[in-house]
């Protein structure tokens, strides 16, 4: 079965760190640039980080510097390292490929 499942959200106080994974199975994973995005209730889903499968990255402004993407293709998982914490980051995290495979999603809430 061709899944995505990710892992790690979860309730943290402002300033602090969660870190997420998103494990492929079923997948050619090391092929595929991977994606992290979120989505907020009542927003738009946005763009959060991309790691291609050179491994080069990108970030959206709003995470830039706070936010590291990175992969394991041994592993088949992608990982999301969130520090520095906001309020404004709480949201639904997926991971996902460009186009094709989506995760189902994991929570992220920052607050005191």
């Known amino acids: 079965q061709e899944q995505l499942v990710e892992s790690g959200g979860g309730l943290v106080q402002p300033g602090g760190s969660l870190r997420l994974s998103c494990a492929g199975s079923?997948?050619?994973?090391?092929?595929?640039?991977m994606m992290w995005s979120r989505q907020a209730p009542g927003k738009e889903r946005e763009l959060v980080a991309t790691?291609?499968?050179?491994?080069?990255?990108n970030y959206a402004d709003s995470v830039k510097g706070r936010f590291t993407i990175s992969r394991d293709n041994a592993k088949n998982t992608v990982y999301l390292q969130m520090n520095g914490l906001k309020p404004e980051d709480t949201a639904l995290y997926y991971c996902?490929?460009?186009?094709?495979?989506w995760g189902q999603g994991t929570q992220v809430t920052v607050s005191s």
């Open positions: 790691i291609s499968t050179g491994g080069s990255t």
């Open positions: 079923g997948i050619r994973f090391s092929a595929y640039t």
């Open positions: 996902h490929t460009r186009l094709t495979y």
